[in-house]
């Protein structure tokens, strides 16, 4: 792999590296992610854990209120507050990296029925009205590697 997949906050105190790519890219347009970025839609590259070097600082969870009511840690920088990556539903083998970047485009649109109008979708992206089903779009290799971390 050539592409240097690196990232951090803010401040510069949280630096990692993706070991990898991730398995697949989401843009997620629901009301949480609306609401705790501040902003139209959120974008989260699903990698596993133990691919996400951390090359310097450490990253703290704080817990966030859902309407699902599952649990979802966001961690953040603990000097400039920035999310760096969030943890649902307790899965502690994957993480959901905040990206954005030309290297990593999303793979899908989630939750779709709260896009805001004027947000156009591209042609060719899979778009859900809401959550989806790994087995029926992921592709086959990143699948392997979910069922590797889950079983
Ligand atoms: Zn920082
Ligand atoms: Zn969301």
Same mark, same amino acid.
């Given at each position: 792999?050539?592409?240097?997949?690196?990232?951090?906050? @803010?401040?510069? @105190?949280?630096?990692?590296?993706?070991?990898?790519?991730?398995?697949?890219?989401?843009?997620?347009?629901?009301?949480?992610?609306?609401?705790?970025?501040?902003?139209?839609?959120a974008l989260n590259a699903l990698i596993e854990t133990d691919r996400v070097e951390i090359l310097s600082g450490a990253p703290v969870p704080y817990a966030m209120p859902t309407d699902s009511g599952r649990p979802h840690n966001i961690y953040r920088c603990p000097s400039c507050q920035t999310a760096v990556w969030s943890e649902y539903g307790g899965l502690t083998k994957l993480r959901f990296v905040r990206?954005?970047?030309?290297?990593?485009?999303?793979?899908?649109?989630?939750?779709?029925?709260?896009?805001?109008?004027w947000v156009a979708l591209p042609e060719g992206v899979p778009a859900f009205e809401a959550y989806y089903r790994s087995s029926e779009v992921w592709p086959a290799e990143a699948l392997d590697r979910r069922r590797a971390i889950f079983g």
């Open positions: 792999m050539t592409d240097n997949l690196s990232g951090g906050c @803010a401040c510069g @105190a949280v630096r990692y590296r993706l070991a990898s790519r991730p398995m697949f890219v989401h843009c997620c347009h629901c009301h949480d992610c609306q609401r705790q970025t501040g902003t139209a839609f990206v954005g970047t030309t290297l990593l485009p999303p793979d899908i649109h989630i939750y779709t029925r709260s896009k805001l109008p």
